[in-house]
């Protein structure tokens, strides 16, 4: 059972700060699965991360909802920004260049769609909306030894 | 061939776009005239899945492209061996899909030992005002201006020249059909949403809920779509306004942000001779009404190409294609499809 841990990010730059910390432990052959429902800020986090990653917080981070990915070239390697939103299950993913993009670090929005090629030691990232208009309450799960720095 | 004169085209140029859910094959003539075309929609079989890519589109292309190629030319009355070149979308786009495409492209053009165009995906959108006949105004002269608003695409460029194009502006996150179809299936409303949307708001009140217009009044001519759509998911998960009262206000709100930076637009390229308007959202009446109301202000033309030739479709792609080779433009056989492709790293005659 992976460890848990539960934050609430008031606003934006809460959540902008948890992409910065989470950008500098990111490595090749991570993935992290970013969950929660449509509006949910799934693209906004990954965008912040991978500008942090990049130290380019003016880098263009399109929405991959139509491409169904986009790939960038990092310090800490390629990175890949999935969002199987359009797919209905795993069987498209080796046209998307999956398993190549598992070398490095990919970003994966609506990871259920993953099945059973949902990658073992992933990091999940579950955003809830609430009430308020930037806050959003986020659970972290997996990444053991790197949960506590990401959590700080 | 070479760069000074151009192709002396004599004989039609074959058309395929196969860049993401269409596929499609044109042939036209030299000077333009639409001998046959093809659009094979994907939409039919997606709406099952509610705007689902089984197999994301690649495989279809593959079963679909080369006989629709061949049917679209016997309607012309021709044959692969009639043609004078081959144009096909290398980019943007889903990178199965652009693979099937090109590589049909060029297969078909070292058979039959034709020059073979990649023509990128944006350019043929920004080209399509061009094409002979196409806008009762007639063609507008460069520089114009073209606004993309598409599932996938989301930008204002200025179209100074063949291959000339400077990006003014574009979508920091979602793209506006994007914005849409999210919008719509927030609501409950069946793929694609943007026409389902449009029908819902008509019965709606804009006013009855406030929603942001992102970036309005900003400078510049980037565009903001997701902090919309938020505001869309929290309405309906609040749930005291009507879903037509919501989509009636999400579509104003889109309609005044495009007329607000259309009309930065115009102020950034003061010598357009008119503004193009393509993509599916140049379907919806209240952004078509919007984008007439600031193009009238500004005393120049909205040109809206008919629908059917500013979605994806393949006549624009050998219309691109005859543009380049009349420029003596034309690539090499080891040509790689490009999944991103921005206009500004084109290059024209």
Known sequence: ?152 | MGAEGGFDLDRPVLGLESSCDETAAAVLAPDGRILAEGVLSQEKEHAVFGGVVPEIAARAHLEALPGLAERVLRRAGLGFGDLGAVAATSGPGLIGGLIVGACFGKGVAIAHDLPFVAVNHLEAHALTARLPGLLPQGAPAFPYLLLLVSGGHCQCVAVEGLGRYRRLGSTLDDAVGEAFDKAAKLMGLPWPGGPHLERLAAEGDPQAVPLPRPLLGRPGCDFSFSGLKTAVARAVAQGSASHADIAAAFQASVAAVLADRARHALEMVPEATGIVVAGGVAANQAVRAALAGVAGIAGVPMLAPPLRYCTDNAVMVAWAGIERLRAGLTDRMDHSPRPRWPLADLTGG
């Open chain 1, 1 to 152: 059972m992976p460890r848990t841990v539960a934050l609430d990010l008031p606003d934006l730059s809460a959540t902008h700060a948890l992409a910065a910390r989470l950008a500098r432990l990111l490595r090749a052959g991570d993935a992290v699965l970013l969950e929660g429902p449509l509006g949910a800020g799934k693209s906004e986090l990954a965008r912040a991360v991978l500008r942090a990653a990049a130290g380019d917080p003016a880098l263009e981070v399109p929405s991959p909802t139509f491409t169904l990915v986009q790939s960038y070239d990092l310090p800490a390697g390629p990175a890949h920004h999935f969002d199987l939103y359009r797919l209905d299950g795993p069987e498209g993913l080796a046209e998307l260049g999956w398993e190549e993009a598992r070398e490095g670090i990919v970003l994966v929005e609506w990871p259920e769609r993953l099945g059973n090629e949902r990658p073992e030691g992933a990091l999940t990232v579950t955003l809830k909306p609430l009430a308020a208009e930037e806050a959003r309450h986020v659970t972290l799960s997996g990444w053991d030894e790197r949960l506590g720095a990401l959590a700080a």
